[in-house]
């Protein structure tokens, strides 16, 4: 598997590079068949008085989908952690829905879990008063600060029209990081969206065109 290593507006040393290296022997060890992965270093530049932060970016290129993760914090090392482990987590994943999908085993619905208290799980609920606690603000939440938070935020990202299958869109959805995923659906030909509900569970959307509107594309 090549690695390459490139940094935007920060530099790059050999220590780091080592670092890197090493980390990724499990990425290789995980994925056998993969053929490079990408690692990208930015610094994020000083805000509102707070100091910038390192930002990495890991693409996993191979036969199959594209796995990608990316994760932030104060230095290049601990961002490349993050973001390593991440990815980590998707490809073990992945794995684990094939051996679904050919019936090798079931995961364990949160249901499933709750109704026995957890006890097949390493999952320990908080206790009432805990939950109390938070709920009532006598245990602070740490997150962002009122005048830095913004409820609006809009990316914009174009990507080329495929055609798949619902399982491979799911797939796709899970390999990189997100909510859902846009695709053409290979067995109706329409445009769709698979998204994530709850646990193993998750929903396809898809678009019909109205007579109008194919009258026009004839």
């Given at each position: 598997?090549?690695i390459?290593?490139?940094?935007?507006g920060?530099?790059?040393?050999?220590?780091?590079e080592?670092?890197a290296t090493e980390?990724?022997?499990?990425?290789e060890h995980?994925a056998p068949?993969?053929?490079?992965?990408?690692?990208?270093?930015?610094?994020?530049?000083?805000?509102?008085g707070?100091?910038?932060?390192?930002?990495?970016?890991?693409?996993?290129?191979?036969?199959g989908?594209?796995?990608?993760?990316e994760?932030?914090?104060?230095?290049?090392?601990?961002?490349?952690?993050?973001?390593?482990?991440?990815?980590?987590e998707?490809?073990?994943q992945a794995k684990?829905?094939?051996?679904?999908?050919?019936?090798?085993?079931?995961?364990t619905s949160?249901?499933?879990?709750?109704a026995?208290g957890f006890?097949v799980?390493d999952?320990?609920?908080?206790?009432?008063?805990?939950?109390?606690q938070?709920a009532t603000?006598?245990?602070?939440?740490?997150?962002e600060?009122?005048?830095?938070?913004?409820?609006?935020?809009i990316?914009h990202k174009v990507?080329?029209?495929t055609?798949?299958?619902?399982t491979?869109?799911?797939?796709h959805m899970?390999?990189?990081?997100?909510?859902?995923?846009?695709f053409?659906?290979?067995?109706?030909d329409?445009?769709?969206?698979?998204?994530?509900?709850k646990?193993?569970?998750?929903g396809?959307i898809g678009?019909?065109?109205?007579?109008d509107?194919?009258?026009?594309?004839?």
């Amino acid at each position: 598997m090549d690695i390459t290593i490139t940094g935007r507006g920060v530099g790059i040393p050999d220590r780091f590079e080592d670092y890197a290296t090493e980390k990724a022997e499990k990425v290789e060890h995980l994925a056998p068949k993969s053929i490079a992965l990408e690692i990208k270093v930015c610094r994020h530049h000083e805000t509102h008085g707070n100091a910038g932060d390192d930002r990495v970016e890991l693409t996993l290129i191979g036969p199959g989908p594209i796995v990608r993760a990316e994760a932030g914090a104060g230095d290049k090392y601990a961002a490349f952690d993050l973001a390593i482990d991440k990815l980590i987590e998707r490809i073990r994943q992945a794995k684990d829905r094939r051996k679904v999908h050919r019936g090798q085993h079931r995961p364990t619905s949160l249901r499933e879990a709750s109704a026995d208290g957890f006890s097949v799980t390493d999952i320990t609920p908080a206790s009432a008063d805990l939950i109390d606690q938070v709920a009532t603000g006598s245990v602070p939440v740490t997150g962002e600060s009122e005048e830095d938070w913004s409820p609006v935020v809009i990316r914009h990202k174009v990507f080329p029209s495929t055609r798949m299958t619902q399982t491979d869109a799911v797939d796709h959805m899970e390999l990189v990081g997100h909510d859902f995923f846009l695709f053409i659906d290979a067995e109706t030909d329409r445009p769709s969206v698979v998204y994530r509900r709850k646990g193993w569970d998750y929903g396809v959307i898809g678009l019909e065109e109205t007579a109008d509107e194919l009258a026009a594309r004839r």
